[in-house]
Structure formats: C-alpha cells, structure tokens
C-alpha cells in the first residue's frame, strides 16, 4: 500500500512539474526582441536572409508603404526626366489623406513625383504618377478610373516577379480598401528590389526635396537628425498610417558593411520607430534592443 501511494506521490509530481514548466513558458517571452506592431521582418539585404520575424505571412494592411511598389513599377516604365502635367486627378483626394499639394496644370517631373509620393507620401503625386505610367504603358487614352485599375494590375505583376505573391494591390497609395493587402515578408521583398534602385535610394535617403513650386519633407523619423528616434545608420525607406493599418514602417540600415532591411507592421505610433530600432539593433548585434 505504501509502495503504490509513493508511486502515485511521484507521478504526480512529475505532473505538476511539467505544468509549471509550461506556465513559466507562457509567463516569458523568450523571443530576442519586444516587437509591439503585430507583424515583423528583419532581413539581411544581400542575402534575402531572414533574421527575425513575427506573422510574416499574415495578411494586414500596409498603408503608404505600398508606394514603394508603385515607385518600382513606374520607374520600369518611364524615365526619371519625362514631364508629367497633373490633371483632375488632383480633385480625387481625400478628406485629411496625405498629399504633396499639387495642383491642376502644374508640370513635374517623375523624379520630382517620386520625392514627393517617398518623403511627403504625397497621395496626389501616386495617382498622377500611376496616371501617367498607364496611359503611356497602355498606349491610348483611358479614363481616370480606367488608368488607375491598369496600374493596379500592372503592381500585381510586379510584386508576382519579385516574389511577394502574398499581397494584392488596389491602388497606388495605400489607402484603406479591404481587398488591398500584404504581409511583412512581402513587403521586405519589394523593399529588397527597391534598395537595388539607384532612383529610389536615392531619394529615401534624404531629409527632404527641394524643387521650384515645393520642399518635400521627409516623414522617416529615423533620418531626422533632430528627432529622438534618429538612427545613424538608416538608409530609409518608407512610412504608413491608416486606422485600419496603424502604424506601420519599412526601414533599412547599413553598419560596417552590413545592409538590414526592417519591416514593421501595425504598430503604434511611437512603437513603430522603437519597434523598427530594436530590430536593426538586433541585426547589428548592437545591443540595445
């Protein structure tokens, strides 16, 4: 009797031991780094490599970083020089979206429509530059609408060949529509493609763009000099906010040689940029996240 009351005595602290076991697990957070945004990626830029992620293939909203995607399909259709004339497309803005402040009849370049759709995420500057890049891809004249669903289809083609085949695009800004989506992994793809881009680079890495009519500020805290979250080693590259998508950012970094690209994902609006510093931290080897 004794016997079997020692072996019952044992199991059961076994059992008891495994549970706490599982609960401490469930009580820490073992992953290296706090992320607060609820999808992220952090890739080694030359390699593709990932080296950290949270919900990389989940489907969430991403807001103006959709407009790297549109930079890329615009520069593989024209060149940097074309002059672009704004027209009524200007009239199709939202109330309190983000815009560059262009105006019916102003003539721009697609280098200065770039600056001002990659500092300002001037929603304005997307639809002209989509306008422009689709009736000049397509070769007749199309209706507004007609153009802006061309381009549509023309960044999912895009986003197929370089390999985000999780995303489905609607428009070229990023404005909330629920059939208009990507995930992190993604959207690291299509910056690792953008980085490639002399153009984009270029422009990304800046605090802001002066042309005759405009000065375009750069949104990217991590760039500012002057901002807490300023990061010495950022490169760029895009900002995103919607109430759907929160706040949401893709950044890259370069240190000793090493390129990182950082993908953040409905995050808050001051956890977005730790939540990205942390990351590039990490994937520095810094120590500070």
Request: proline share 1%; glycine share 6%; charged share 20%.
């Amino acid at each position: 009797m004794k016997k079997r009351v020692l072996i019952v005595f044992i199991l059961l602290i076994g059992i008891f031991g495994v549970l706490n076991k599982e609960k401490i697990k469930l009580a820490f957070d073992f992953s290296p780094v706090k992320i607060n945004g609820d999808a992220a990626v952090l890739m080694d830029e030359k390699t593709g490599k990932v080296i950290y992620s949270k919900n990389q293939h989940s489907k969430l909203y991403p807001a103006s970083t959709t407009k790297l995607l549109t930079a890329l399909v615009v520069l593989e259709h024209t060149s940097i020089d074309e002059k672009v004339t704004i027209g009524r497309e200007v009239f199709l803005n939202t109330e309190e979206e983000a815009s560059a402040g262009l105006f019916e009849g102003q003539v721009q370049s697609v280098e200065e429509l770039l600056a001002a759709m990659l500092l300002q995420s001037g929603n304005d500057a997307a639809r002209s530059l989509a306008i422009f890049t689709a009736q000049k891809n397509n070769g007749k004249q199309l209706s507004l609408e007609e153009a802006l669903k061309y381009f549509a289809r023309l960044m999912n083609d895009k986003a197929r060949d370089i390999g985000a085949s999780e995303s489905h695009f609607i428009n070229p800004h990023g404005l909330h529509d629920s059939n208009h989506y990507s995930t992190a992994w993604d959207l690291a793809m299509i910056a690792k493609e953008a980085k490639q881009n002399n153009v984009i680079e270029s422009i990304v890495n800046q605090q802001s763009y002066s042309t005759q009519t405009h000065t375009y500020a750069n949104r990217n805290k991590l760039l500012n000099s002057d901002s807490e979250y300023f990061y010495e080693a950022a490169t760029g590259l895009k900002t995103g906010f919607t109430d759907q998508a929160g706040y949401c950012l893709v950044s890259s970094a370069e240190q000793n040689g090493q390129e990182l690209i950082a993908v953040v994902l409905h995050s808050g609006k001051e956890t977005m940029w730790s939540d990205s510093i942390s990351l590039l931290d990490y994937g520095f080897g810094n120590g500070n996240f």
